[in-house]
């Protein structure tokens, strides 16, 4: 706040307005008085214009046309300092231009024979030397004759310098506008009590009443106390007390209620004013309304709570680390890892990681995320085994590391990680079974088994005996029920109609069963091949066979299928935790985009309060961009993203693209330079997809272009059925080695450049992934560091005959100020702001928090049209969308923080005409609306 400078004017103001009106009434009634003396007599002018100070007293002579002037008279005209004798006109001729219009018909009508003869004005007059100065005028003039002969004859002039007293009033007519134009509210109460009722308020401006609803009579003559509530607070009252018993300027937050009672936070600063002897005889505070600004600071600790519970949600172990590499956050997953490190929460990670890996590794894992931090490279760790120094085991892990904006504003660090130790072990395992299966058969290690039907004698081999547990024969010779007994009851029905089956179709088959190995009474899994030989005549006379025991294979390969389906879930759920961020992120963020847009474009607001509501909204709208690219990349990688392709024209794609880019190149001052061919051709593209790919490629452009640069973008027509664009900048270019990662998610090029323009790394790899989705091809090209860069993205195209392009015509815009919405969220900050920015746009806004609410609402009033969050407490805005159909026929637009293609098309098929994803602006729900309202 000003507050010297607001200070002094109201300080100026109040002695001024006092000395001013006690001047006049000292000065009023000498003036009279010498007027009515010099009435008298005329010899007796002198004595009294030497008498009244500053008072000069002039005759005037209507016979002779003279004007006698004094001394005072003469200095007060600019004529010279002695007294002297003038004819009238060239008294005129002192008088300013622009006060002459009215000065001489008042001086005529004061020579009026039936007037009373009086005059009085202030008027200004000009000195020989060009100087202006004011005067106080006052005559009277004199008649003789009576009747149609009566005439003046002489008449007494008294002036009065009055220039210091006008250049003051025009101080204090532009200290009053300031002040009464001051958007901060200013209240001036006297100082003559401390104790109750406390000081009386002696002046506020217009600001005050807009703040509080009070107008100035409501308030002159009160205790500021009569604002004070239930809330206001008793610790900060008696800050203001102790301050103005010490004479001492404080400041202080406060409670305070309007007139209406709603709460209004308060923030300002008291300031003793002393008088001529030193005493405090005023007290002036300077009071701004923050109560807007309290609501963003509560909205950022909520953000922090999220954020707080959407890391303890995470699927996998995560912890953050913060600015300072102090471990700020850990997820439940992720404590048993960090058992041994207690207490956990501020420790440096440095420490951490040397006391988990040895000063070496540790230091080592330390430095990836310092560096993670400075830059912003996203790290991706090679398989990570070591041994661990606090528990003295060797341990296996996948993690990585993302920097990310934490709740405070300042960067931090991200690490996500999975122990594998045992998914390892496992892989290990089926190698290992696998290769003792290799060596088996290469040295006879599967059991061979023939059984002689018609003698009904069966043989074993050595290795079958060893996997039954049994004791070897000397010849191998078994029975049948060797084999029956060892195999698990549940399964011997089913493996005997097996062979049964083999013997009369005289075929082959393949099974499996487990057995209760003899001896040490392990159950294990048996593979059998079995073929039937026939005799020479014809007769089934030997099934011979072999068994194998793949239990270690078999479990190996269930561990590994459960794998799979741990890591398949594992995905299923970072997806779900992705979607989950988003929409718990855009949402609280809808709230402040549309106050900060709104209040962005309030001109009661000061220009440095609007440029603060920008800068929100900006980086809002950035916050809501980073969501977007890692919702495409995982759109993307899962194959569900989707287009919806029409004809575009390429050069009208660039065209709308650099009109978006324009504040940038403006801000920047970049020249930017066309050369788009004519017959360039239609390109069958999704045009919000195309254009986000020549969006990131230009903003790239602009971000690494310096100021006063240079981008060049070309278009031309490679064949009859491939056209290319050609963006050309002369910026920081690219370095060789960069080059065959350029076009990599996360992936940001030189370090130096990542730490001076910051961003995720995703805008090329999304480009590149959009482009080839629509059968095209994108590429870098750079000489190197400082030679600039081009871009070139070349796609298929074709001659479309111009009424291929034809569009139907726009509809007119409705009239929408008649419009009735039911607008249900059950999010209290987004609910109040739509109601109040949408009532602001003219629409008759009706708002329900639930579900149930809403169709209350809907049996008990008409509607246009319904504007419905998603996510309801008590059942989804499908739910409602469908069930609100029954009571009434309304189109709806959905609004909600999960913007997947699948989120679209529910939205559509539950009866929704418009899907917005959060965070909206009102300029893009009221085009929404005004969509409906013509189609």
Known sequence: MSLGIACMAILWLLSFLLKQRKAKRESRQPLLETLKNAAAGSEQWRDLGVYVAGLALAEIDYTSGLNHLSEQSARQFGLGECAVALPRERIHATFHMDDRAELIPRIAASLDPDGAGWFGMDHRVVWPTGEVRWLRVRKQVFFEGEGSSRRPVRAILATFDITTEKAAEARLQLFEKVINNMHDVVMITDAEFIDEPGPRIVYVNPAFTKMTGYTAEESLGKSPRFLQ????????????RVAMQNNESVKVEITDYRKDGTEIEVEFEIIPVAGANGSVTHWVSIQRDVTDRKKAEKILRQNAGLFSTLIAQAPIGTYVVDAQLQIQQINAQALPIFATVQPLIGRDLNEVMSILWGPEVGGQCADIFRNTLATGERYISPRFTELRHDLGITETYEWETQRMTLPDGQYGVVCYFQEVTERVRLAEAVTASQERMRLATEATGVGIWEWNILTNVIRWDAQMFRLYGVPATEDGMVSYETWSHAVLSE?????????????????RSTREFRILRVGDGEVRIINSVETVRTNLDGKTEWLVGSNLDVTDLRQAAQKLRQAKEAAENANRSKDRFLAILSHELRTPLTPVLMIASALEHDLDL????????????????????LIDDLLDVSRIASGKLELHVEPLDLNGAVQHVCSICRPQLLGQEIQLTLDLCADTGFFQADPARFEQVLWNVVKNAVKFTARNGKIHIQSQRLTPTRAEIRITDNGVGIPPEMMPRIFDAFEQGDLRITRQFGGLGLGLAISKALIELHGGAIRAESLGAGQGATFIIEVPVTALPVDALERPSAPQSAKLAALRLLVVEDHADTSRALKVLLTQEGFQVTTADNASSALRRAGEDSFDFIVSDIGLPDASGYELMTRIQAIQPLRGIAMSGYGMEADVRQSLAAGFSEHLVKPIKIPQLVAAIQRLAGG
């Open 606 to 625: 000061r220009p440095a309060v609007r440029e603060e509501m920008s800068m929100i909204r900006r980086n809002i709208e950035m916050e809501t961009k």
């Open 491 to 507: 399964d011997l029905a089913h493996q005997e109609a097996v062979m049964q089956a083999t013997l009369q179709q005289k075929g």
């Open 229 to 240: 509530g239930q809330k206001s607070c008793r610790m900060e009252r008696d800050k203001i």
